[in-house]
């Protein structure tokens, strides 16, 4: 039982390009959080969102609390963000993480 | 800007072998976590502590101890090492858990088991 889903698990894109990657959660969450691992692995906090909508730069990461369902955008695509993102859920016990989008922007 | 900061890196033991992976931060943070991350699947949480002095299993726990040493210090021990235990680890810290506080995490550790 997978308690995060997250879609697609690859992609690649033309640089300058529109990304969206969808996250689908099926349990209570006190918020949910975007993670970006680079190659070489290391992992970064993006967002952390509990409703509505951020936006940091060229990223933007959306949630419906309702719809259990997250998307975080890339606008303007380029090469640099490619990376694996990871979509992770705190449910207040303890976190649940998604298997990850490997995302390769191509110039 | 140390963070969170993880040793060894990489590590190869031979099965038995016992060995400490050792995590500190200089945040303040008073939860901190032990993850495992396998090819295809999602991190998965071996440990946690919520705060100094208090240790929870998380959902894989099996064949490892861990240590809340301090407020600043995390360990995380394999008794006797197994193929099965080859993987990334990763430490992290938050603020609060529970509290939708963003985690952070170290850089890994790179384990193979033979």
Excluded at chain 1, 10 to 26: D, P, R, V
Excluded at chain 1, 40 to 68: D, P, Y
Excluded at chain 1, 86 to 99: E, K, R
């Amino acid at each position: 039982k997978n308690e995060v889903e997250q879609s697609p698990q690859n992609l690649t894109a033309q640089e300058g390009e529109f990304i969206t990657i969808n996250c689908s959660y099926s349990v209570g969450i006190s918020a949910l959080h975007w993670l970006q691992q680079h190659p070489g692995g290391g992992i970064v906090s993006l967002f952390m969102l509990s409703s509505g909508k951020k936006k940091h730069g060229r990223l933007i990461a959306t949630i419906n609390i309702q719809e259990k369902h997250s998307s975080l955008h890339i606008t303007a695509s380029h090469p640099r963000d490619s990376a694996v993102y990871i979509c992770a859920v705190d449910t207040g016990n303890q976190f649940y993480f998604g298997t990850g989008t490997s995302l390769t922007v191509i110039p | 800007n140390a963070g969170v900061t993880q040793t060894p890196k990489f590590q190869v033991l031979k099965t038995g072998q016992s060995m400490t992976l050792q995590c500190a931060q200089d945040m303040n943070h008073n939860s901190m976590y032990w993850y495992r991350q396998d090819p295809g699947m999602g991190l998965r949480l071996i440990y946690y502590s919520a705060s100094e002095g208090t240790t929870d299993k998380g959902e894989v726990p099996n064949g490892y101890n861990v240590s809340r040493l301090n407020k600043r210090e995390f360990s995380l021990r394999l008794e006797s090492a197994a193929p099965s235990q080859t993987s990334v680890y990763f430490c992290a810290s938050s603020g609060r858990q529970g509290k939708g506080q963003p985690q952070h995490f170290g850089d890994g550790t790179r384990l193979s088991i033979l």
